[in-house]
C-alpha cells in the first residue's frame, strides 16, 4: 500500500523545527550563559576558588576598616622625642645682686590691674625689693592706707632673653591674699603675645611664674594664682595662632584647656592646674620648693618639688640637672600641633605682683570664685594690712642651656 503523506504535514514540521528545536548558534550561546553565571555561584567553585575568594574579601575588609583605624591610632599617639641633652649652667640669679639682673617695668599695669610699678630706685627706698646673701624678696607696698589710685608693686624682667634652655625657680614664699594677682613666666616683653608667654598661674589673683615667647608675645606661666590662692598653681601657655595642646601628653596637672590662643576665652591659654600645694599658704608653710621649667623644641614641660623632695642634681651645687630622671611632668606641653621653636623666642623671665586686674578682679573670681569682701578696688585702696604676706621670697633663679 503506497503510503500518502498528509498535505503540509512536512512543511508543519519543518516550521516547528526552525521555530523551537535548538540551532547549533543558539546552543552555543546558551552554554555559553549558563557558564558565566556559574562562576558567580559558590555551589560550583572549586575550594582553590573559594579560599582565593575568602582571601579578597579579607583583604578589602582589611582596607576599609583597619587601615583608617590604624592611622587614627597613630595620629593620636604621636608624640615628640624628648631624649635626654647634657646642659650647662649659664645664668645665675642670686645672693645681693639678684636684682642687679632685671630691669623693673614702670607705669600702669598692661593687664589693667589697681597697681603702680615702681621702678628700682623707688623700690629700694620703700624696701619694696631686697635681697641678702640667702634671698630675694619682691613685694606689694603695705604702708600706705588710702591707695585711691592703686597701690604700689614691682614687676621686674630679665635683662637676658631666651630661646630655649632649663629654668630652675627656688622659690621659698609665694604671695596670697585677697586682691593679689602674682606670677613668675617667660615672654618678649616687646612683642607680646607674639612671641609667646610661657606662665604658671597659682590660685590666687597673681601670676607666680609665668613665661612668655615672641610669637605674639607668647608666653608661658610657670607659676600663676589670684587672691587667696587655694586651688594651686597653673602653668598656662598664650601664643597665636597655630598651638593646640589636644594631643597625647605625659603629666600629673589636670587639663584646663588645650587651645592656647590669646584671643579665645578672654586670653585663658591652655593651662594645667597643679594639687593645692603647689603654690600660696599651703607651700609656703613646707618651705617652698622648686618649679623647673623645660623650653625646647620638642615641647615645653614643668615639674614641681616640694621643698623636702627636690632631686639631687638639682639641690647639689655640684651636679648637672637631668629632666629625663625626674619621672612625669606636672605640665606637659608637647609640639606635637605646636611649633614651639617658632611662638617661643626671646624669652625674658618676668616676676610680679599685680592688684586686682582683668582676672583676680573680676566680679566672677574677685568675689563669688574666692569670696572677698567688697569690690576689689575699694579694698585694695584702704586696707594696706590686707597685704603683709603679699610678696615672693627666691632663693635663686638658675639657667641651663643645652651644649652641642
Excluded at 526552525?18 to 555551589?43: D, H, L, M
Excluded at 624696701?127 to 604702708?143: E, F, G, H, I, K
Excluded at 606662665?199 to 608666653?219: R, T
Aim: glycine residues 8%; hydrophobic residues 35%; aromatic residues 10%.
Amino acid at each position: 500500500m503506497t503510503s500518502t503523506t498528509r498535505p503540509g504535514a512536512g512543511s508543519d514540521r519543518d516550521a516547528f523545527n526552525q521555530v523551537s528545536g535548538p540551532t547549533p548558534a543558539s546552543y552555543a550561546y546558551e552554554k555559553s550563559r549558563r557558564g558565566s553565571g556559574a562562576r558567580w555561584n559558590p555551589k560550583g567553585w572549586s575550594r582553590r576558588s573559594k579560599v582565593v575568594a575568602v582571601i579578597g574579601v579579607v583583604v578589602i575588609l582589611f582596607i576599609i576598616i583597619v587601615v583608617p583605624v590604624a592611622v587614627v591610632e597613630s595620629r593620636d599617639n604621636r608624640y615628640p622625642d624628648y631624649s635626654k641633652l647634657n646642659y650647662q649652667l649659664t645664668d645665675t640669679y642670686a645672693g645681693t645682686s639678684f636684682f642687679d639682673n632685671f630691669k623693673y617695668f614702670t607705669g600702669y599695669d598692661p593687664s589693667q590691674g589697681f597697681v603702680h610699678y615702681v621702678d628700682q630706685a623707688g623700690s629700694v627706698q620703700m624696701n619694696l625689693t631686697y635681697a641678702s646673701s640667702t634671698s630675694a624678696v619682691l613685694r606689694v607696698d603695705t604702708s600706705e592706707t588710702d591707695a585711691s589710685t592703686g597701690r604700689k608693686s614691682v614687676r621686674i624682667e630679665s635683662k637676658n632673653q631666651y630661646n630655649d634652655g632649663l629654668f630652675i625657680f627656688d622659690i621659698l614664699h609665694t604671695p596670697y591674699g585677697c586682691g593679689t594677682w602674682p606670677a613668675v613666666w617667660l615672654a618678649d616683653p616687646s612683642s607680646w603675645p607674639i612671641h609667646g608667654e610661657i606662665g604658671q598661674q597659682l590660685e590666687m589673683n597673681s601670676d607666680v611664674l609665668e613665661i612668655s615667647n615672641n610669637m605674639l608675645m607668647m608666653l608661658s606661666d610657670v607659676v600663676e594664682a589670684v587672691n587667696k590662692a587655694d586651688m594651686g598653681n597653673q602653668m598656662t601657655l598664650h601664643t597665636t595662632a597655630g598651638c593646640d595642646m589636644n594631643v597625647k601628653r605625659k603629666e600629673s596637672g589636670v587639663v584646663l584647656s588645650t587651645d592656647c590662643l590669646n584671643s579665645t576665652d578672654n586670653n585663658a591659654g591652655c593651662g594645667i592646674q597643679g594639687t593645692v600645694d603647689t603654690y600660696g599658704q599651703a607651700l609656703n608653710s613646707q618651705g617652698g620648693g622648686v618649679y623647673a621649667m623645660e623650653l625646647r623644641d620638642a615641647g615645653i614641660r614643668t615639674w614641681f618639688f616640694p621643698r623636702t623632695s627636690i632631686p639631687s642634681d638639682i639641690s647639689n651645687d655640684t651636679s648637672t640637672p637631668d629632666p629625663s630622671s625626674w619621672g612625669t611632668a606636672l605640665a606637659d606641653f608637647p609640639s606635637t600641633d605646636c611649633d614651639i621653636g617658632s611662638h617661643f623666642t626671646n624669652q625674658s623671665i618676668i616676676a610680679n605682683i599685680d592688684i586686682c586686674g582683668s582676672w583676680a578682679g573680676s566680679t566672677g573670681v574677685y568675689a563669688s570664685q574666692y569670696g572677698c569682701p567688697g569690690r576689689c578696688t575699694e579694698f585694695v585702696a584702704t586696707n594696706a594690712s590686707a597685704f603683709n604676706n603679699a610678696y615672693f621670697e627666691f632663693a635663686s633663679f638658675k639657667v641651663y642651656q643645652a651644649t652641642s
